[in-house]
């Protein structure tokens, strides 16, 4: 994630958080994915973080949802 925040750790956006940093470090090529499409968006957006927040949401949503897959499937 871009910045340190408080979060609760017991709940479902913690575990959103951890889950989705633990399998950017598990598989490079998808933190690479990431990163790019941050670098274009920040490109896109210089002046406008409410565009940029909303334009990393698509990749967010899906990498959460193989990160969730993938941690379902170290259990």
């Known amino acids: ?3 340190m ?3 609760g750790r017991n709940g479902t956006e913690w575990n959103n958080y951890i889950n989705f940093r ?5 598989y490079p090529e998808k933190a690479i994915l990431y990163d790019t499409c941050k670098q274009k968006l920040a ?4 002046n406008d ?5 909303a334009g990393k949401e ?3 949503q899906r990498l ?3 990160a969730g897959i993938w ?4 259990s």
């Open 64 to 66: 959460l949802t193989e």
């Open 22 to 26: 633990d399998y950017l470090n598990a």
């Open 1 to 3: 994630m871009d910045k």
């Open 49 to 53: 973080r409410k565009s940029y927040t």
């Open 5 to 7: 925040e408080c979060r």
């Open 58 to 60: 698509e990749i967010i």
């Open 71 to 74: 941690k379902s499937n170290l």
């Open 43 to 46: 490109i896109r957006f210089p």
